[in-house]
């Protein structure tokens, strides 16, 4: 439950930019797999649909007609919780290599623009 901009930041002063993402990727997919098939046991649903009813019911019905653009597009979203789709998509069952499938691109895209540009500014600032 805690976001990877602050462990790529993190990263990014110890890591070189390719095993970092090899890092961040694989740490992504291990907690998004958690949450799929364990958010009812470690109560992810009491909490998302707490803080977020509406956007729950709405996310459900819209996730059901269009899975993988859905979670593509929400996984690379930085202001969306990743956390919040792994957890509808465990709950609606969705098919998990295409769960795994759009996470791993949206995920990957982010992070990859994270990781690399901030490379990039580090160097050009000599941090």
């Not at 956007?55 to 202001?79: Q, Y």
Request: net charge positive.
């Amino acid at each position: 439950m805690i976001p990877l901009t602050y462990l790529i930041v993190l990263g990014l002063l110890f890591f070189n930019p390719l095993p970092l993402f090899i890092l961040i990727i694989i740490g992504m997919l291990i907690s998004s797999i958690s949450i799929y098939y364990f958010s009812e046991f470690m109560h992810f649903d009491a909490f998302f649909e707490k803080k977020y009813p509406q956007r729950i019911v709405h996310l459900k019905s819209a996730l059901t007609k269009n899975e993988l653009p859905i979670i593509i597009l929400w996984s690379a979203a930085p202001f969306l919780p990743t956390d919040l789709i792994c957890y509808i998509a465990g709950s609606l069952k969705i098919n998990l290599k295409k769960f795994i499938f759009g996470i791993l691109i949206g995920e990957g895209i982010t992070s990859g623009l994270y990781i690399f540009f901030g490379h990039q500014l580090t160097n050009y600032l000599h941090l």
